[in-house]
Every structure is written in C-alpha cells, then in structure tokens.
C-alpha cells in the first residue's frame, strides 16, 4: 500500500538522520553535529566480561564407566493386578500418547468415545464452603487464531486520518476450533506399553496458556485431563485379559459440557495425570474470554 | 483543510505526529502553487485509477514541475511559519529527487498529482477526498 510504504521510508530516513522533524538553522535542539565527539577511547578499553582466572570447567565430561552394571530392569507386575495408566503426555498438538504399567492387547477394536479431555479446575476451598472440582468441555479453551487472509480494505490517506479507524494491519481474531473429540486409538510402534490416540482437532497454544492462569493463586488448579470408560468389550486391557480400569468415567457417559462436583479437589480423577501442555511457546491469555453460550452455563 | 497545514502549525514531535502529517498529502496537492503540475489528461479508463495505469511513463516532467511547486510551497511555510507544512514539503522533496528519490508510481504527490489529471475526466472525482480514497486503492 503506497501510504504505509512511504510512511515506513520516512520513519527510517528520520532514525538515520536524513530527515529532521524540525528544521533548525541555528543549531537547536535537533543540532547533532558534535555526537562524533563523545565516540573516542574506547576500543582498547579490554574486555568486562568474565574473570579469565576462575575455576577451570571441562567441557568434557567423562562417560559412564561401561563396566559398572545396568540397574536392574522393574520387576513385571503380578498377574492378577490390572493394568494402570502411567501418564499422558502430548506427542504433537492433535496426538495424544498413554504410557501404561504392561503391555497391551491389540487395541484395533477399542472405540475411540471411551475417551475423553476435560479442562478440569478445582477449588480448594480456601476461602469457605467446600472444595469442588469443574469439569468444562476443550470446546470454550480450545480457541485459535483466525487471520482473514483478505483484510478490510486500508486506508490511509482517507479521513478522517485515525490509524485505528482505517484497519490497515492485518486483523486477527480467535474462534474455538468447535468439539475435540479422540477419533482414533491405534498402537505406537516399538512400544508395546503405549497407544495413541488421535484427535479431531489440535490443541491450541490458547488452551495451553489457558491452564496457567491460575498458577499464581493456590486456591484454584486447572488442568488438561484425559477421562476413560471402562467395561463391555473392546475395552483396553493387557495380554491376560485384565481391563483398565474407568478414569473420571462419568465424564465420558456425560453428554453436557459442564461437570461439577463437592468434595477433594480432582478426586474422581485417580490416578490424577495432567498432561503437560508444553509443546509450545505459550502466549499470555489474550484478552478474549471464552465464548460460553448462556444455555449452558 | 488538513489542521497541520495551518499557518503556524508547529513541526511535528514525534512519530504520530509525523503520522498524522504523511496523511496530508492529497489536501496538499490542492494548493496552488502545484496546479502546474496536474495534467490534462492520459488516462480515459474507470475511476480511481491503479499504478498500472501509469506504469512505464516518462514522468520526469511532472518529477520537475513537482520539484519547482515544492520549492514555491516552502517558501510559503517559511512566510506563514508552518512548521507541518515545511515538514511535508522538505519530506517529499526528500523522495523527489536525489539519491532517495522514489519511482514517480510510488511517490506520493505524484500519484496525487497524476490522479487529479485523471479526475478531470471523471466528474466529482478531482477532491480531495476522491484523491485520498483513490491512494489508498493505489496499491
């Protein structure tokens, strides 16, 4: 656009010097014909950095000695203990992976909505009435960055002259990448003690900078948490037979996008497995509230 | 008209300053002392008119024209003691010639100045506000 292209050139002949906002015969306050006179004496001043005579630190430090033996490898589970979810982490914004105590059976048949993420909050009660956990659907965090490729037509030179009313940067916005559901779980190569299961949508840099907004305030936790339904068939369970047992299932049978419930903070979430949200550079929270309808609230 | 082109404007402070001055040019090529410069015609298509309408020109007369209308214009800064006004005119005769001098297409007052050439056969068209909304579809 001509206007900001020229506004741009002006700008930096001004931080050159090759332009002055004021002219000044007299040698006013824009007069910098003297500067040159401070760059003197130096460049021999030697370095300030740090002291060359501090302790040596070896930058190689020596291997593991290779005769020592191995520790011991964990001893397998009994058989009749079922198997137990370790952790969940995410593999890439749309994977998630699940790390488990033993190997699985094949999970080929395994229906994908016996999964389910919530963004989990709890109070802890500090400040009166009860503790209590909320469970709210990824839909309300799970907000991207919309950029319309074709912004509003700029103007610049158009009154009534005012940088906000002509639009001309490139405007952004965010809108929720609508419900995050798990649409497949398959088994991850190599590692029979793992799965991974897909998702409809990936997670957002807003979700994850979401979670830390209550980091400073001990009274509130919020977490990005997986649920799991047990039972019937299909279910996920070891080389014996032995099922996984149900996580916060209630959320998974529950068609609503709000969950809440009295008592210790997460505790139908046992085992309690947040799943880090640190494949990103995270933000801080726009000022964008999510955008909940009042039907559900 | 444009409030930094006043009589006694004070020069600009500062980037916004500066800003609000750059958006002055189409008013500017409203003064007089630059109506040697508009043409009397060319260009004959739809309104406003792109760059590419006027691409591949020999617009080095207008460039002069230009020139000796920016000279008239600072003289009448220094008389009605416009410091916005010197300002605009010692920016533009900065981009005008010399070793920053910018193609005519992308110069701003030529292209305001080209665009009143092409207004006169477009009625309506050759104001100020028709002027700035054609820049600002320039491209």
Redesign the interface.
Known sequence: ???L???R???A??ASG??V???CPDGGKGDTDTDTATATGTATDGPTTDDPTGPPIDPTPLPPDPTNPLPPPDPPPPADVPPALLGVKLRDPSTLQLSFTEPLAPVDTVNPKRFRLSMAQAYMGNYGGQPSTTLIDLRYYNLEQVCPPDPP???????P?N?YYCYYEPFCYYQSTGELVATDVAPLDGDPTSLLISLSAPIQPFLCSTLDAFEDNPNFQMVLHLHYAAGGLSALQDLTGLAVPSLGDAWVKYDGNFYSYQGGAFSTLNPFLPIPCDLFDVPDVPDVPPDIPESDL | MHPALHPGSPPPADDEDVEFLLRAVPELAFFPELADCVGTGGYDGPWPPGREAFAGRDLADLRDRALRGLEALADRAERERSGGLAFIVRTLTYFLVGPAALPAVEHPLLVALLLRGAARTHEGADTALEIARAMDRWG
């Open positions: 656009m001509l206007g292209r020229f506004s050139l002006v700008h002949a001004i090759a332009l906002l004021a002219a037509a700029p103007c610049y030179y158009e009154p002259y940088y």
